[in-house]
């Protein structure tokens, strides 16, 4: 479905409205940064206005000019032609109050996790003795980087199967200047990553279930499918990650995994292990934490 009619606004505050009318005509999915229409349409107005996405300081009823007025239709219309998640027309995404590159090489960084890694992962660790992470399928980096980011004292090793994803994540590193505590390397899950003992071991996986992939819309299927399915029950990566992170932690370590709508799967897979499932201020769940002890004890239901 393409916009109709001649855009007819003047100023942000009515290019927003405009542009918002046309996602609800278009029938668009949002979930990737935001959740409705009139949200999805300042992010991408205040994108082409170079302004803060709450136009903060920014006058919203001053007159745009024409080439102004032009960009804001085009980037609706790919909006609603292409069914691509806004952040890969703008090639910017937000996780934990920090900005990333994104392309189609890689997921659009939505975990609830950023609200964990902004909190220092208090009260699970102590931040004072973590000094090892390992990031297991960092796609675009963000959680890495964000790690890196929230717990100066920490190196962060990040793995991913996607040469592709590395290369965004390569760039997103020297964006945030961290390339002396992030390390990448490429793994298919823990296959390549050298034995070591790490503080923290924290992933999002692919765990999207075969009925799941089947049903996603336009805007999800624009995404990496490698970075989304995992299988009939959206486990074949988890289970795997079960099996063999006890063998790369600490005594003292801890594993954070996201699941997402596979937690109830994962919870009759698994029904004796004791999954301590995280709570989020937004309300997002499915991000389990088990620690070392938990996984050295339940390896043999794991294997």
């Known amino acids: 479905m393409s916009v109709k009619g001649k855009p007819d606004?003047?100023?942000?505050?009515?290019?927003?409205?405009?542009?918002?009318?046309?996602?609800?005509?278009?029938?668009?999915?949002?979930?990737?940064g935001t959740d409705n229409a009139w949200d999805e349409a300042a992010y991408l107005v205040a994108h082409v206005l170079q302004v803060p996405w709450d136009y903060a300081g920014f006058d919203?009823?001053?007159?745009?000019?024409?080439?102004?007025?032009?960009?804001?239709?085009?980037?609706?219309?790919?909006?609603?032609?292409?069914?691509?998640?806004?952040?890969?027309?703008?090639?910017?995404?937000?996780?934990?109050?920090?900005?990333?590159y994104v392309d189609a090489r890689v997921l659009v960084p939505r975990s609830p996790m950023a609200e964990l890694i902004h909190d220092q992962f208090q009260p699970w660790i102590d931040v004072n003795q973590?000094?090892?992470?390992?990031?297991?399928?960092?796609?675009?980096?963000?959680i890495a980087i964000a790690i890196a980011h929230y717990l100066p004292n920490t190196h962060v090793d990040a793995c991913d199967i996607s040469e592709d994803a590395l290369a965004v994540a390569r760039q997103n590193i020297q964006r945030h200047h961290l390339e002396a505590r992030v390390h990448l390397m490429q793994s298919d899950l823990l296959q390549?990553?050298?034995?070591?003992?790490?503080?923290?071991?924290?992933?999002?996986?692919?765990?999207?279930?075969?009925?799941?992939?089947?049903?996603?819309?336009?805007?999800?299927?624009?995404e990496p499918a490698l970075g989304l399915a995992a299988g009939v029950d959206g486990l074949d990566l988890v289970r795997r990650i079960l099996r063999d992170?006890?063998?790369?932690?600490?005594?003292?370590?801890?594993?954070?995994?996201?699941?997402?709508?596979?937690?109830?799967?994962?919870?009759?897979?698994?029904?004796?292990?004791?999954?301590?499932?995280?709570?989020?201020?937004?309300?997002?769940?499915?991000?389990?934490?088990?620690?070392?002890?938990?996984?050295?004890?339940?390896?043999?239901?794991f294997s």
């Open 130 to 142: 973590t000094r090892q992470v390992l990031d297991i399928g960092t796609g675009s980096g963000c």
């Open 9 to 32: 606004f003047v100023s942000a505050r009515e290019a927003v409205q405009w542009a918002a009318a046309q996602f609800d005509a278009a029938q668009v999915y949002f979930g990737h």
């Open 192 to 222: 390549r990553v050298p034995k070591k003992r790490y503080d923290i071991i924290i992933s999002n996986p692919p765990y999207v279930d075969a009925q799941d992939m089947a049903q996603l819309p336009e805007e999800f299927q624009r």
């Open 245 to 301: 992170a006890g063998e790369y932690l600490q005594p003292h370590g801890i594993l954070i995994v996201e699941v997402g709508n596979s937690e109830a799967a994962l919870a009759a897979a698994f029904p004796q292990v004791p999954f301590t499932w995280l709570a989020f201020e937004q309300g997002d769940d499915g991000v389990f934490l088990l620690d070392a002890v938990q996984l050295r004890q339940y390896h043999p239901v």
């Open 60 to 100: 919203v009823d001053a007159a745009l000019s024409v080439a102004q007025q032009q960009a804001i239709a085009q980037i609706v219309q790919a909006r609603i032609e292409q069914r691509v998640p806004a952040p890969y027309l703008t090639h910017e995404a937000w996780f934990a109050g920090l900005p990333f």
